[in-house]
């Protein structure tokens, strides 16, 4: 069971929303947010940039997939708010940079879920976290050594790299050396190489390392 | 709202850095405790001896530094220590886990693998039995020190309590001792450290500090309004350095239980780092050749400091930190140079804001680190608001990502390096850092952001200086540091291959460092959570 | 389709369990063992997937109690959550995941209630779709671009900042010469190879020459 796949962090959080009314409020909160007119909200998240992909999903009831007669059905008072995350780094490192950073983005996200304690002060938003996260028992990530930083920058990487092939076709050496130059400025932030993730978990390494010498086999 | 804090029962290394009072000259020991009645003993009989942060300013205008000790002495345990001295069980395990575990247990988190890992580490932390007790000795000259070393030994019982040896010197000798010193020219101490950097230029300034409140412009956190006066800073909360204080997260940090335990201390990390002089300035050799601007630019941009301690962001050419050095200089000598009280205060006046220019800046007219390289250390280890990318408005605080990651730095430089610059050898830095959270704090500054470049959106780059650079597939240093080039020229940006590291670790350990209440508490064995 | 973000697609789908394994140990405690098996990294039966970029699998057996004043309840069943970000289509995602991952499959949903129905890439993708829930909201923060973009992406951000390194103060000609040789060896346009290798946690293997 790992959260941890290289670089990449699966946080699953399931909270408890308040009934149907609030729920719809909730998700009038995310339709909202994904409009252009509040998309400065996100600001924030997106200056972190520490998050892959990120997902709220709030199901009811009778969301809960019913697939015959024989399986009852969710017979559920609240509604819940299903989070999933990949991000960066480890949550006891990266708790402190959320709860600092975005308390009133991440304040309106969850907005009153039951039990949401906000997130300041920073002990009892962890806590809260801690207690209603799901463990991963398998977690895949296409590139374990690739922060969301490494990917988006590969993409300015390679979209520059190809446009000064085009450009540069027909240049002689001088010109090729001159648009070379200005290639390299403008990709002066891209150009950091990576590697494996640092150990932000001993307990992780840990559990890699067994694994290493055990050679587990395919389910 | 600030706090009044009690300064009489904060040890004094916490509230002050002693080398800015003179105190040039530190000796550190450590012993092991065998017997809790013994050890408990010893503290009781070093209690009348241990410095607070009480202010050394008595009243009245004609009575100055009346209070102001001749040697400082603060006493720090590990967890292992506070087990042997008898804190109850209960007690303990509301320590950190971190804390708990010590600095050795810590070493893949800390990157101290390779040539720091804890295999070349002085003897006395290699030992399977690790380090209880840690006392620090602050003087202004070496016979002061070994007079208030001997009076402390002679405290210790014959038996119950030993004083450790096994701390390596240039001699080859091992001492029972860790001697650190202000590197001195011409007989006057400076503040340079072995690779030639002003060092201790920058710490925190937090709510019941210290009486000069102009130390906020650039200690502080930033509040988005002009970096360089002191309406661009505020105080840090006193919980990020002091337990028992409300910190940056509205809530008292966590502390050990009885709080009588926790509050008005902190926590201390204890770093032996070697330096390699020798590579450093073949290094700068080598490669400043090559570099516009030469060895001293290529020296400031590894650093985000000239060596004169001049931040690149305020002074990006040699020349204008060069000429802020000297008035600097000047206006330092017009003090004592003064004839009148009037002409003094002018004076003093003159070079404080002078000294304020070390500190008053920020990053967010060079986000693109066009004069301060986003990798270079100072940047690296405290990046006030430079992690808002420029998004004014992203975060709750402009240095919001920063205000909780902040350390207070206590350290000297240990060992020669002006007789031979070479690599082998003892000289370095006896680095100390206090935090209310080792692991929010100092651990994360090490490993996120200096042994790691993600934050700075830097892939997996290291810090040029500290950073625990990597080999290749044949064994050779393979660091890497992109250096930014000025946007207007057509000049790229600088490649540094081949960083090899500067920096090793030799040792240390995790310490909590008690206020006197708990000092007392512990020393009379009456720490009791019930 | 809040579903989806420009070209990336978030699947999430709530998979009931069964209330019996027909063994001695629960549906949900056989499957959580089994997953817990499975290889990670470059080994694991998702890196042969085209187009997924993070996936999850964990098993929900209830929901949490937030302890006094707040309400106590539960679930009726337990379920298997299987959460996938793409890139592109669902369709063709899941036919991809039922060619390359097929014992896999089988293996994880073997006690979903109706999966037993399902026998090719058609029946999964359908079983799959009616056990998929809504998302509210997706957020991405990386790219929308093919898996294999990215990756090659990724390759070409490593191999030429070593080039950068390496071609340090060259002159024009030799440099031209050079960079030549390199576009030669890392064919940009092509992103079957060379390029890295889906899942891999090492510099050692990472790429695919």
Request: a neutral charge; aromatic letters at 12%.
């Amino acid at each position: 069971m790992s959260n941890l796949a290289g670089k990449a962090n699966a946080m699953t959080l399931i909270t408890p929303i308040d009934g149907p009314v609030m729920a719809l409020i909730n998700k009038t909160i995310f339709f909202f947010l994904g409009t252009k007119l509040f998309s400065s909200k996100l600001k924030g998240l997106l200056t972190l940039s520490m998050i892959h992909y990120a997902r709220w999903v709030i199901v009811s009831a009778r969301d809960f997939p019913r697939l015959s007669q024989s399986q009852p059905a969710e017979d559920l008072d609240y509604s819940y708010m299903l989070f999933f995350s990949n991000f960066n780094g480890s949550w006891a490192q990266y708790v402190d940079s959320f709860s600092a950073a975005i308390p009133d983005g991440l304040d309106g996200l969850w907005w009153r879920n039951v039990g949401w304690p906000k997130s300041v002060p920073e002990q009892p938003f962890h806590r809260y976290v801690t207690d209603n996260q799901l463990w991963t028992s398998h977690y895949y990530s296409a590139y374990p050594m690739a922060a969301s930083n490494d990917v988006k920058s590969a993409k300015n990487v390679k979209d520059k790299l190809r446009q000064f092939i085009r450009d540069s076709e027909r240049d002689d050496s001088d010109a090729f050396l001159t648009r070379y130059n200005r290639l390299l400025k403008s990709l002066h932030h891209d150009l950091g190489q990576m590697a494996p993730t640092p150990i932000v978990s001993l307990a992780a390494q840990a559990v890699e390392e067994r694994r290493r010498t055990d050679g587990r086999a395919n389910a | 709202m600030a706090p009044v804090l009690d300064l009489h029962d904060i040890q004094g290394n916490i509230i002050k850095a002693y080398p800015r009072f003179g105190f040039c000259c530190s000796r550190n020991f450590f012993f092991r405790v065998s017997d809790g009645d013994a050890g408990r003993a010893f503290l009781s009989a070093l209690i009348p001896t241990v410095t607070t942060a009480a202010p050394w300013v008595s009243g009245g205008a004609a009575v100055v530094d009346s209070k102001r000790p001749k040697i400082t002495t603060n006493v720090a345990f590990t967890f292992e220590g506070l087990k042997r001295l008898g804190v109850p069980q209960a007690s303990l395990q509301t320590f950190p886990e971190e804390f708990a575990m010590g600095m050795t247990a810590r070493r893949d988190i800390l990157g101290d693998d390779g040539p720091s890992a804890p295999t070349s580490w002085d003897p006395i932390w290699r030992s399977a039995d690790p380090v209880h007790i840690f006392i620090s000795i602050n003087a202004s000259n070496q016979a002061a020190l070994e007079q208030r070393y001997q009076e402390i030994l002679a405290l210790s019982p014959k038996s119950g309590l030993n004083l450790l040896s096994g701390h390596r010197t240039a001699s080859g000798v091992e001492l029972p001792y860790q001697d650190s010193s202000a590197i001195f020219d011409n007989g006057e101490a400076t503040s340079r450290e072995h690779f030639g950097y002003t060092d201790g230029v920058s710490n925190p300034y937090f709510k019941g500090a210290g009486t000069d409140s102009s130390n906020v412009i650039g200690g502080g956190k930033a509040t988005g309004k002009d970096a360089r006066t002191a309406a661009g800073w505020a105080p840090l909360e006193t919980g990020e350095f002091l337990l028992g204080h409300k910190d940056e997260a509205f809530e008292y940090p966590e502390a050990p239980i009885p709080n009588l335990l926790g509050d008005n201390g902190t926590y201390l990390v204890y770093r032996k780092l070697h330096q390699n002089v020798g590579s450093f300035d073949a290094y700068l050799a080598r490669v400043g050749a090559e570099f516009p601007g030469g060895s001293e630019a290529l020296a400031a941009k590894f650093a985000g400091r000239w060596r004169n301690g001049a931040p690149l962001t305020s002074f990006p050419t040699e020349q204008k930190a060069n000429e802020f050095s000297a008035r600097w200089a000047s206006a330092k000598l017009a003090i004592g140079q003064a004839k009148t009280q009037a002409e003094r205060e002018a004076a003093k006046r003159r070079f404080s804001a002078l000294n304020t220019e070390f500190v008053a800046f920020d990053y967010t007219d060079d986000i693109e680190g066009t004069r301060c390289p986003v990798s270079a250390h100072a940047r690296r280890s405290n990046p006030r608001s430079a992690l808002e990318f420029g998004n004014k408005g992203a975060f709750a605080g402009p240095s919001s990502l920063s205000d909780r990651r902040r350390i207070l730095r206590r350290g000297l430089p240990y060992g020669d390096s002006q007789s031979e610059r070479k690599d082998d050898g003892e000289h370095g830095i006896i680095f100390m850092a206090l935090c209310a959270s080792i692991r929010r704090q100092f651990e994360f500054v090490q490993q996120q952001w200096l042994n790691y470049g993600n934050d700075f959106r830097l892939g997996n780059d290291k810090d040029p200086l500290l950073g625990n650079q990597e080999l290749d597939e044949q064994g050779n240093a393979d660091g890497r540091m992109v250096i930014e080039s000025d946007p207007s020229s057509p000049t790229p940006p600088f490649f540094c291959a081949k960083l090899p590291r500067f920096v090793e670790t030799r040792g240390g350990d995790y310490f909590f460092v008690p206020s006197l209440t708990a000092l007392r508490m512990i020393a009379h064995g009456i720490v009791d959570p019930t | 389709m809040a579903n989806e973000n420009g070209n990336a697609y978030a699947l999430t789908t709530l998979c009931p369990l069964l209330e019996v394994s027909g063994e001695d140990t629960s549906p949900a405690a056989l499957i959580r063992d089994r997953l817990h098996r499975v290889n990670t990294g470059a080994s694991s039966p998702m890196a042969k997937v085209p187009n997924v970029y993070f996936c999850r699998f964990l098993i929900l057996d209830d929901v949490i109690y937030e302890s006094k004043p707040h309400r106590l309840e539960h679930l009726q069943s337990q379920y298997l959550v299987f959460e996938a970000s793409l890139h592109g289509q669902l369709a063709p995602y899941l036919q991809g995941m039922w060619e390359q991952a097929q014992p896999f499959v089988r293996s994880m949903w073997q006690f979903c209630v109706g999966f037993s129905e399902v026998n090719d890439a058609a029946s999964f993708t359908a079983y799959i779709q009616k056990c998929q829930v809504e998302t509210t909201f997706f957020f991405n923060g990386s790219t929308d671009e093919p898996l294999a973009e990215q990756l090659k992406s990724l390759y070409l951000k490593q191999e030429f900042s070593k080039f950068a390194y390496a071609h340090q103060g060259w002159s024009g000609k030799d440099l031209q010469v050079a960079f030549e040789d390199f576009i030669a060896r890392v064919e940009p346009a092509n992103l079957a190879r060379p390029t890295w290798r889906a899942g891999a946690t090492d510099l050692k293997g990472v790429v695919i020459p």
